[in-house]
């Protein structure tokens, strides 16, 4: 796989979901874990934000098993259509950033399935966030945004799921 060596926010969004989901949510955890102190303050902070939204849907990840947890995970990167992926699809970007933080929170707290131990990033995905730190802080804010806005399945454009019943 390739990637183009442009720093824009749109050009590093389409190379991060070119990674299959495990890879994309290992970078995301790393973003956190690297980058967080610059990165998610945006998010809590931010006077768009749901506080109380974003926590209720985290806490009900929480309650899950660890394997489920990270089910609904690659359901969000996945979009496929689940409940949890349409109450997700139906918050606002800020608030859908703050979700993700609280996940990487609870990665740390192991409320939240954590990464395995051990667990060092491809060189491709060590690339993009590097690529990432390298940006302006705006395009950093801009691209977690882009990253996090179309995953999930937005309730309000899908068609009924005569499978699921959604």
């Known amino acids: 796989m390739s990637y183009t060596t442009s720093n824009t926010a749109s050009d ?30 945006a998010a809590p902070g931010a006077s768009t934000v749901s506080p109380a939204i974003a926590e209720g849907l985290f806490n009900q990840v929480k309650e899950l098993p660890h394997e489920e947890q990270l089910n609904v995970q690659r359901d969000l990167i996945a979009r496929r259509n ?43 995905a060590r690339a993009l966030l590097d690529r990432l730190k390298a940006m302006e802080f705006e395009q950093q804010i801009t691209f977690m945004r882009n990253y996090v806005s179309p995953m999930g399945v937005d309730p309000t454009v899908v068609e009924h799921d005569p499978e699921t019943g959604l």
Do not use: S
């Open 12 to 41: 590093l969004v389409e190379a991060f979901q070119g990674l299959d989901a495990d890879t994309q949510l290992a970078l995301f955890y790393f973003i956190y874990k690297e980058m967080g102190g610059a990165i998610t303050p």
């Open 82 to 124: 689940t409940q949890l992926t349409r109450e997700y699809g139906a918050l606002g970007d800020t608030t859908k950033l703050l979700f993700w933080y609280l996940l990487a929170q609870g990665m740390d707290q192991a409320t939240i399935i954590p990464m395995p131990a051990g667990y060092e990033l491809a060189q491709e």
